[in-house]
């Protein structure tokens, strides 16, 4: 099984990403993990990375089809995987498109005025966890106690610019996919459990 998971900054990609490949037994390939695994450990890619990371710009094209083209040729991506947060542009989804076929296609649609708030008031966890400052309000994770922290690129201005790039370079996928007869939305403004039901029946091959 393969899939994209498409939606602008905060629709909930990584939040779906996780249930999916936990349910599914497939592998998880985020380029936006990739990336702050790199910057993490200061490698030459995460220090070029960081630079447009920091401005809410997105890496170009050739860096992060790399990563992916490298990821997914691994043994655990045999049996199937998950890309979230790729691609972003036409130019990285017509690059996929010779490297590999995908079975599903899945927009996770949010309403705009919605996501600053859900992206400021993110927390995550180094073991994958996010939560929300609305619903959680302790600064250690709940699932393996380490502290919380906020992404150097969640603060407001950055936020404006990732949704003002995601207009106008990943939102033309919605198109791109539509037209392969690829494409199925979801309504992202429910509960993470309400998407991620809608999204299991279209896995599921209900929808
Ligand atoms: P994410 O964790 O998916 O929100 O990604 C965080 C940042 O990493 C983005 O704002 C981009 O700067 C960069 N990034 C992640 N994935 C891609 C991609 N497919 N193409 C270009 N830049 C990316």
């Known amino acids: ?14 939040s779906q990403a996780a249930k999916i490949v936990s349910d599914f ?12 695994a790199n910057i993490k450990a200061q490698t030459e890619l995460g220090k070029f990375a960081k630079s447009f990371i920091d401005k809410g710009q997105l890496v170009p094209d050739d860096v992060v089809v790399k990563i992916v083209a490298d990821r997914i040729s691994q043994p655990d991506c ?7 947060g790729f691609p972003r ?9 010779k490297l590999t076929d995908v079975d599903y296609v899945i927009n996770i649609d949010v309403d705009f ?6 992206i400021s008031g993110r927390r995550m966890c180094v073991c994958g966890e996010t939560y929300h400052v609305s619903t959680y309000d302790k600064d250690v994770c ?3 106690g380490k502290p919380l922290y906020q992404r150097d690129d969640d603060n407001e201005a950055t936020v404006q610019k990732r949704l ?3 207009q106008e ?3 033309p996928l919605i198109e791109y996919y539509s037209a392969r007869g690829k494409l199925v939305t979801v309504d992202g403004n429910k509960s993470i459990d309400a998407v991620y039901a809608d999204v299991k029946d279209v896995l599921n091959g209900n929808r």
């Open 142 to 144: 709940a699932k393996c």
């Open 169 to 171: 370079q990943t939102a």
């Open 25 to 36: 037994g497939i592998a998880h390939v985020s380029t936006g993990d990739a990336l702050r």
């Open 78 to 84: 045999e049996k199937g995987f998950l890309l979230d």
């Open 164 to 166: 003002s790039v995601y």
């Open 1 to 14: 099984m393969k899939i994209i998971l498409l939606g602008a900054p905060g629709a909930g990609k990584g």
């Open 113 to 118: 005025d919605a996501i600053v708030n859900r």
């Open 89 to 97: 542009t036409v130019a990285q989804a017509d690059a996929l498109a």
